[in-house]
């Protein structure tokens, strides 16, 4: 106890602690550093799997050490002056090797007035549309088929077509889609040496107008007639060949058929017969209507 009745000095120390128990803010810089990084080097993965094999080797290109090629220099190093030359006085020494190096682009045999760099994009053009004229001319023989397919199911599923089926012939030929409506024994398309055509011939040519109309193609439609039992042409075979493809034309047009896609109504007697062994066949009278493959259009330039 203290003299005096005094109370006893006590005396308290305390010991601050800095930055408690997180050891400080360092290890936020260094999460900081690792999570930049990753970002650079996913974007850096991405932009290598989007660029193209030329894009790289570009890049590649322009990081790549620059070659160093010999030149005149009169120190004889890289920073070595630059010596008098051929070309003259104060001549550009290593420029003039570069340029020895980097000739012009040589010429085609073909046509030395072209370089290969002009015939190659000539042969890329020419490529290109060859590959255009394939896939349309593939597109349109798939649309030939598929309107095929529909004109015979439309036969087979109609009752009033189903016996005139064998009445209409349907095949791909060079010119395009023909369809082929032919005579048999006892069943002509159109009243004897006349052109007015019968019932089953509107019947046929109404269910032909809706594939025709299924298609931008343009159409040509021949009238032909079978040969004479004396084997000579008539003259009148001629008329009545060109009057039956006329009104075939006339009644498509009534059944739907744009005027404007007409491209050739044609009368060919018996000059084109269906059956060269036997000119005298029913089946040589028929109307022809062809469904024209059209050329694929091309930009003016080309």
Avoid: C
Avoid at 61 to 79: C, K, N, Q
Avoid at 219 to 236: D, L, N, Q, V
Wanted: overall charge negative; glycine content about 10%.
């Amino acid at each position: 106890m203290a003299l005096g009745g005094d109370q006893p000095i006590m005396i308290k120390k305390v010991k601050k602690v800095i930055g408690g128990g997180h050891h400080g803010g360092a290890w936020k810089v260094a999460y900081a550093d690792f999570v930049t990084a990753m970002m650079a080097f996913f974007l850096l993965m991405w932009l290598i799997n989007t660029t193209s094999p030329e894009q790289k080797r570009g890049i590649a290109d322009y990081f790549a050490p620059a070659s160093v090629s010999e030149s005149t220099s009169g120190a004889g190093g890289i920073l070595g002056g630059t010596a008098l030359g051929e070309d003259g006085n104060k001549s550009s020494g290593s420029n003039a090797m570069v340029e020895q190096m980097a000739p012009e682009s040589p010429t085609d045999p073909a046509d030395p007035g072209k370089t290969a760099d002009t015939a190659g994009a000539g042969a890329l053009q020419s490529a290109s549309e060859d590959a255009l004229r394939t896939e349309l001319q593939a597109r349109e023989a798939s649309a030939f088929t598929s309107a095929a397919q529909s004109l015979r199911q439309a036969l087979q599923e109609m009752p009033e077509l189903a016996e005139l089926s064998k009445q209409i012939l349907i095949d791909q030929t060079p010119e395009g889609l023909r369809i082929q409506l032919v005579d048999q024994d006892g069943r002509s398309m159109f009243r004897d040496g006349a052109a007015q055509p019968n019932d089953r011939t509107r019947i046929l040519l109404r269910a032909v107008s809706r594939i025709i109309n299924q298609l931008p193609n343009r159409i040509s439609i021949s009238g032909h007639t079978s040969i004479s039992p004396t084997g000579r042409t008539a003259s009148s075979d001629w008329a009545l060949s060109s009057a039956r493809a006329d009104v075939a034309r006339q009644l498509l047009q009534g059944f739907g058929v744009d005027p404007d896609r007409v491209y050739q109504v044609a009368g060919k007697a018996n000059s084109d017969p269906l059956y060269p062994d036997d000119p005298m066949l029913a089946g040589n009278r028929r109307i022809s209507i062809i469904l024209l493959r059209e050329a694929p259009v091309l930009p003016p330039d080309r």
